[in-house]
């Protein structure tokens, strides 16, 4: 046995048994609870957070693949994964001006261990440069497990004790909305698993900056949500289908949003449920498309995901917070968009 495949036999060992304790403790925490609510609002996080890392990290990566990339993938989804796990649970037990600071400041936290992890790591056993785009996707894509789960966790608490057919076919939307942004959430989180497994197979160019903005791009946590981002973007342009399915599903969702702001009946149900359906196909497609080259990858400018978001944001704002605040934040975000709206995208082709 050489001196690698000693260390990676150490490396899957203390992976199995830090996530199998890992898991034994959320598992104690819940039944100490006594409550089956709360063991059933942990099972999103059990399955991201323990689940989802042994069959990317060990099934996939030490006995399907034996790439320490994967086993990597598998530790990042881990890290990030159990941390929102016991950031969400703390969050539920502190005053609620206090919520969001406990629940997202270790989820960022994570992102800083996980770095520092994947560094050593790439010391150790010399992983080369190729391997950031898949690092960097599934970080993303960890970030947006994280926030699947609170979503789902937020929708079956929203559902408990209430009656569920007036929901579905009373004057409000608002169930269609919350099961609108977790399919969207799933569907992300398909794309960037996909396309972060299919970075691992190329030689891909990294991108380089100049100048001031070089500095803040090549901050850890911006760079990795550039990358991520950029897989992201390179996903939304290769397959037409699935992109013309993804912008109807945004489409849809953004009618019916502004719809149910001005209080029009039926019709927010209506365009929620298209968004929903053409959500779930669009995911679906781009999960089973073939590999790509990534060709020009370091070229692309992902504006189309961050205008996207920016105005995901903005809608959520103007429903639950403030409505001028989201109308200043689509107002803003567009004005700073509207230049790489009309770029040209960078060649894509299939190998």
């Known amino acids: 046995m050489s001196d690698l495949e000693r260390k990676l036999e150490r490396l899957d060992d203390a992976f199995l048994f830090i996530l199998s304790s890992v898991g034994l403790i959320i598992s104690f925490i819940q039944i100490s609870l006594k409550d089956i609510y709360a063991i059933i609002e942990a099972i999103p996080f059990f399955l991201l957070g323990i689940v989802l890392p042994f069959l990317v990290g060990y099934a996939r990566g030490a006995i399907g693949t034996d790439s320490i990339v994967e086993r990597m993938r598998g530790?990042?989804?881990?890290?990030?994964?159990?941390?929102?796990?016991?950031?969400?649970?703390?969050?539920?037990?502190?005053?609620?001006?206090?919520?969001?600071?406990?629940?997202?400041?270790?989820?960022?936290?994570s992102l800083f261990i996980t770095y520092r992890i994947l560094k050593w790591a790439r010391k150790l056993f010399n992983i080369d440069a190729k391997s950031n785009y898949a690092f960097s996707g599934t970080a993303l894509n960890a970030i947006c497990n994280a926030f699947l789960a609170i979503f789902i966790i937020s929708l079956y608490k929203d559902l408990e004790g209430r009656d569920i057919i007036s929901l579905l076919f009373g004057g409000s939307p608002e169930l269609f909305f919350w099961i609108s942004i977790v399919i969207a959430s799933l569907s992300t989180v398909l794309i960037l698993e996909k396309s972060s497994r299919d970075a691992l197979q190329k030689e891909l160019v990294l991108p380089s900056y100049e100048g001031r903005i070089a500095k803040i791009r090549n901050f850890f946590i911006v760079k990795g949500w550039f990358?991520?981002?950029?897989?992201?973007?390179?996903?939304?342009?290769?397959?037409?289908?699935?992109?013309?399915l993804w912008l109807q599903a945004f489409t849809f969702w953004i009618l019916a949003s502004f719809l149910w702001i001005a209080r029009i009946p039926i019709f927010p149900q209506?365009?929620?449920?298209?968004?929903?359906?053409?959500?779930?196909?669009?995911?679906?497609?781009?999960?089973?498309?073939?590999?790509?080259?990534?060709?020009?990858?370091?070229?692309?400018?992902?504006?189309?995901?961050?205008?996207?978001?920016?105005?995901?944001?903005?809608?959520?704002?103007?429903?639950?917070?403030?409505?001028?605040?989201?109308?200043?934040?689509?107002?803003?975000?567009?004005?700073?968009?509207?230049?790489?709206?009309f770029k040209k995208s960078p060649e894509r082709k299939i190998d």
């Open 75 to 109: 530790w990042i989804y881990f890290l990030v994964g159990s941390i929102s796990y016991f950031a969400f649970f703390a969050s539920q037990r502190v005053n609620v001006e206090y919520r969001q600071t406990v629940l997202l400041l270790p989820i960022v936290f």
């Open 227 to 244: 990358l991520g981002a950029m897989l992201f973007e390179y996903a939304l342009d290769f397959d037409l289908k699935a992109r013309f």
């Open 270 to 341: 209506i365009f929620l449920v298209l968004a929903i359906t053409f959500a779930i196909s669009a995911g679906g497609i781009f999960y089973r498309t073939r590999l790509t080259n990534f060709r020009h990858i370091e070229k692309v400018f992902p504006f189309k995901v961050g205008y996207g978001l920016l105005i995901f944001a903005s809608i959520v704002t103007m429903l639950l917070i403030s409505f001028l605040i989201g109308v200043l934040l689509i107002a803003l975000s567009t004005i700073y968009y509207v230049p790489y709206l």
